[in-house]
């Protein structure tokens, strides 16, 4: 089922393919890290291992998961592998999740409103003049 395709257009497959690809590579935090550390500028692969207390194999399979998925570009400058960010990918997730912002602005904007006729309500009622008790006598004697 997780796999399954609401269209049978291959561009939509393909779309379908490359985001979930792109949600498996940032559902790890170090390659989220790697992510955030590439939005400074290039950086060598040796640079990018450096900064994390983990092995340089294990930032190399991080680097590759995130060149697959298309969220970083390799390019060689002599020896060194050199990577940078590239944010097309994000794009493509920020345009999903924009559906979801816009559920949520619906429902608070929906929720304030709510929330904010409620208010006037109450204040609207305890505004008005409370009805005098038939008990308490009217200070000039007649009921």
Do not use: C
């Given at each position: 089922?997780?796999h ?20 498996q ?18 950086q ?8 994390f207390?983990?092995s340089?194999?294990?930032i ?45 602005n ?15 309500k ?22």
């Amino acid at each position: 089922m997780r796999h399954r395709s609401v269209t049978d257009s291959s561009s939509t497959k393909m779309t379908a393919t490359m985001t979930e690809a792109t949600f498996q590579a940032l559902a790890d935090p170090t390659r989220r890290a790697v992510l955030d550390l590439l939005r400074r500028g290039s950086q060598p692969a040796g640079e990018i291992a450096q900064a994390f207390p983990v092995s340089r194999p294990a930032i190399s399979k991080h680097l590759r998961l995130l060149r697959r998925a298309h969220l970083v570009r390799e390019h060689r400058e002599g020896r060194h592998r050199v990577y940078q960010l590239n944010p097309e990918p994000l794009r493509a997730v920020d345009s999903w999740l924009d559906q979801y912002r816009n559920f949520w602005n619906m429902s608070l904007t929906n929720l304030k409103t709510f929330v904010e006729a409620e208010y006037a309500k109450e204040q609207t009622q305890q505004m008005r003049p409370s009805a005098v008790s038939p008990n308490i006598k009217n200070p000039k004697g007649n009921r």
